[in-house]
């Protein structure tokens, strides 16, 4: 897929990845960092270069609905396309290290991949994997020619053409979906809301899986009446057994704000509820931890957490709840 095109005769390259659609010169990067004009076309300046690379429980992505209890090989590189000043991630995402940096070419990442016990696949996070597009498909082709499944913990700010191509080979989505309000995505991120509310429907729409991430920030989108808007578009146009993940702020980068009261997350889980069927919170105390899974027509205990310890207590190899045989899960268990 064409990513770029000639803007000017000036040497101007239009990026076409993102809604940004970044005018850059020659010799310059896009807002990301990392998308530079190398006088011919925009090309990716970090294809392959690591930030760091772990196994971790799916549940940290986070994801709750998909392989719940398994690990993946988690991967990331370097920057980001939006520039929220509240990023938990920024020592990777707000800069670009080359120098010093390792690499781990699609062969190898899938190689590795493989070499872990129990591993589903790979997920590619940390960073922004959408600014690493080219990398994030070759890697994810490769995984799914060797029976991997392939997870993108993204912001969502994409255009529908590279959206597209990575439908293709995404298994499962976690979309941070960071306020239901235009006015906070232009203020806080340099974005706006409406490409990744695009990309929201498109990825439910196209039957891959789906859960959505919202970090509450004191005072920013932490209103009542904001959370029954976001929850309610959520069920109307993703469907209300979309998983929602709220989790508490803590100071990070240029905030300094208080961290989020626990019972600000909780009242705004309560809300959230009233129109979807699995709500969770993180970044909570232990005794507050909303992690469990229940049915929704039951409301019996059909997965527990502890932390990342996982145990699927009422779920047959289907996924249906063993007490009423609800469909819960699609993706279990290979």
């Not at 591993?119 to 960073?127: D, S």
Request: contains cysteine; neutral net charge; charged residues 20%.
């Amino acid at each position: 897929m064409q990513l770029s095109e000639i803007y000017k005769d000036n040497g101007a390259h239009r990026c076409l990845l993102c809604p940004h659609f970044c005018i850059i010169m020659p010799g310059k990067s896009g807002i990301c960092g990392v998308r530079v004009n190398r006088g011919d076309t925009v090309s990716l300046s970090t294809y392959s270069i690591i930030s760091g690379y772990a196994v971790d429980p799916v549940e940290k992505k986070p994801l709750y609905h998909f392989f719940p209890g398994k690990s993946i090989l988690s991967v990331g590189s370097y920057g980001c396309n939006l520039k929220c000043d509240f990023c938990q991630n920024h020592r990777i995402s707000q800069h670009i290290e080359k120098e010093g940096s390792y690499s781990l070419s699609p062969g190898e990442l899938v190689s590795r991949a493989l070499r872990v016990e129990g591993n589903i696949g790979i997920a590619f996070t940390y960073n922004e994997p959408v600014i690493w597009h080219e990398y994030v498909i070759d890697c994810a082709r490769l995984a799914r020619e060797n029976g991997l499944k392939n997870v993108m913990v993204t912001n969502g700010y994409v255009n529908p053409g590279p959206l597209d191509e990575l439908l293709e080979v995404i298994d499962a989505f976690n979309i941070d979906l960071k306020a239901f309000d235009d006015s906070f995505y232009r203020r806080y991120t340099g974005g706006t809301i409406k490409p990744v509310l695009e990309t929201i429907e498109k990825v439910a729409g196209a039957g891959r899986h789906l859960e959505l991430s919202t970090l509450i920030l004191p005072g920013l989108n932490d209103s009542d009446a904001s959370m029954h808007r976001e929850a309610e578009w959520i069920a109307a146009s993703a469907g209300r057994r979309v998983p929602l993940h709220i989790s508490r702020y803590f100071p990070m980068y240029l905030r300094s704000d208080p961290a989020t009261p626990a019972e600000t997350v909780i009242r705004l889980r309560d809300i959230a509820s009233g129109y979807l069927d699995f709500v969770y919170t993180g970044n909570m105390p232990v005794e507050q931890c909303g992690c469990d899974t229940y049915c929704p027509v039951c409301h019996i205990p059909l997965i527990k957490r502890a932390g990342y310890r996982t145990t699927v207590a009422a779920l047959d190899k289907e996924g249906r709840c063993l007490n009423c045989g609800e469909k819960i899960i699609d993706y279990l268990r290979d």
